[in-house]
């Protein structure tokens, strides 16, 4: 039996005006599901990784994975997440290539990338969001029950402890996350929202972080069968609220937009 995951890039974009990483280490985890859980780690704030992990640092905010875990075959892998002042980014391109062991029945992948130590934004109420969607055209035989779950998820006491694998949505003590689920065969992305539930719920979160710093994760589970080949990003974002000056500024626009559509009425009557 024979899997291969390719090319997954865990990456962080930041708008013009970004400063330098805002967080002091990642976790990147890959586990083979099926059956008995195989699972490899690294984390870069103790190092003494396997020889499959580059760290470029202790304490680095980038690592590397090429190697085997359990079945599946895992191909150029890097991760590196950036923040600035107004949000935290984790974008995770995941491109599971095939699954060649033809065994009948799905077959489970989860992938994670976990920010620790984050500082920004610093306010005490921040915004959590996040996607799952195709990277690419889907081939090979795909079928109506192969599936990619996406997860993202908040701690305020900046752990590495999220809710049990795939509880996609809601808020436990520290922990706030939230999901979706996409058929592949059918659907090209979906929005993770506060149920967990595509289509239900809140597609943005406020969470409270009394005590900064915190750590938030991007998670994925593929379910395929046989011979599917399939590329996928999950995005989280960690945001800073709309300033009050700015929500006063569209209050008033729509007041006025609202104020210039009944004088237009009443001319009109």
């Not at 890097?78 to 060649?100: C, D, E, H, K, Y």
């Amino acid at each position: 039996m024979r899997k291969v995951l390719s090319k997954l890039a865990i990456a962080a974009a930041a708008t013009i005006g970004a400063v330098s990483s805002a967080q002091a280490y990642v976790i990147l985890t890959i586990s083979d599901v099926t059956g008995g859980v195989v699972t490899k780690t690294c984390d870069t704030s103790v190092g003494g990784c396997s020889a499959e992990f580059g760290v470029f640092a202790i304490g680095a905010n980038a690592l590397t994975f090429n190697g085997i875990v359990g079945d599946f075959q895992v191909q150029q892998t890097s991760g590196i997440t950036i923040s600035n002042a107004n949000f935290a980014l984790a974008q995770a391109n995941n491109n599971l290539v095939n699954r060649t062991d033809g065994a009948a029945g799905l077959q489970g992948l989860v992938i994670e990338f976990t920010a620790m130590d984050v500082m920004a934004p610093p306010d005490v109420l921040k915004t959590l969001s996040g996607s799952g969607s195709m990277s690419g055209a889907p081939f090979g035989t795909i079928t109506a029950s192969d599936t990619v779950q996406t997860r993202v998820a908040v701690n305020s006491a900046n752990l590495n402890s999220f809710f049990p694998p795939f509880a996609l949505g809601g808020s436990s003590g520290t922990v706030t996350a939230m999901g979706c689920t996409f058929v592949i065969a059918t659907n090209a992305s979906c929005a993770a929202t506060s149920t967990g539930t595509t289509g239900v719920g809140a597609t943005s979160v406020v969470w409270s972080d009394p005590a900064v710093p915190f750590s938030f994760q991007t998670q994925q589970r593929f379910d395929i069968n046989a011979s599917a080949f399939v590329g996928t990003t999950a995005t989280a974002v960690v945001g800073r609220l709309p300033e009050p000056a700015s929500t006063a500024l569209v209050g008033i626009a729509l007041f006025g937009l609202a104020a210039t559509a009944r004088r237009r009425s009443a001319k009109k009557a």
